[in-house]
């Protein structure tokens, strides 16, 4: 099975609207970490914005909040007042385990491809 | 600070060439980890160190290799290439191993093999 899914190949948004990206996750650990990260066509990836798995408010960065339903296990992002230079590939990832047994292996979705129209 | 630098940005390779990509991770930075990101397939984790020592290794053939230097900075292989292998060749860092702890990216290589 899937660690990371990401159902929506590619999602247009106009300019200053509001636009979820949806992440679903599977794991059996209790401690996890989640994080979503933007790619432009330059290439570099982008670290937006971690939810734990034991936090229990939405995590919020600037325009950008993480929806987090643990009991559904969705992680999804919402970019809040969309600008032009938000067109990129975005990707939800998971880090599974308490960080030092774990390692430093991420899971990545497919990713979504976001287009803002002005 | 310097961002994670890899080199060279683009590399073009015949079948059964062998490559060598570099990876200098943010000044600080002990953990080291590689991906392999091709259209469609979202990334591939390929292995990771710290402190010069592999902690993981994802589900790729033997081909692939990698190791760290004592300055932590850290260089993948590929032996042998394969069509297969073209792809964007992530590198990312990080100072620890903590469960919040990001990743910190490169602008990666890309690789085509002819």
């Known amino acids: 099975a899937q660690k990371i899914t990401q159902t929506q190949p590619g999602m247009f948004v106009q300019e200053k609207e509001a636009v979820t990206l949806d992440c679903t996750y599977d794991t059996s650990d209790q401690s996890y970490g989640l994080f979503w990260y933007k790619q432009p066509s330059s290439g570099e990836m982008i670290f937006l914005i971690y939810?734990?798995?034991?936090?229990?408010q939405n995590a919020t960065e600037g325009r950008y909040s993480l929806n987090f339903q643990k009991a559904r296990k969705s992680a999804n992002l919402v970019i809040s007042a969309s600008q032009l230079g938000d067109s990129a590939m975005y990707f939800c990832a998971m880090r599974e385990g308490l960080g030092t047994a774990a390692g430093n292996q991420f899971y990545f979705g497919t990713g979504t491809s976001l287009t803002v129209i002005p | 600070k310097a961002g994670v630098t890899q080199t060279p940005r683009y590399l073009i390779k015949t079948r059964g060439q062998q490559v060598t990509l570099s990876c200098s991770p943010i000044s600080g930075h002990r953990s080291v980890s590689w991906y392999q990101q091709t259209p469609g397939q979202g990334l591939q984790f390929l292995f990771e160190?710290?402190?010069?020592?592999?902690?993981n290794k994802g589900n790729f053939p033997g081909r692939f290799s990698g190791r760290q230097f004592s300055n932590s900075r850290s260089e993948m292989n590929v032996s042998t290439l394969e069509l297969g292998d073209s792809a964007l060749y992530l590198c990312a860092s990080s100072p620890a191993q903590g469960l919040n702890e990001k990743l910190f990216f490169g602008s990666g290589t890309q690789l085509s093999v002819l």
């Open positions: 939810q734990g798995s034991y936090d229990e």
């Open positions: 160190y710290f402190s010069e020592t592999q902690r």
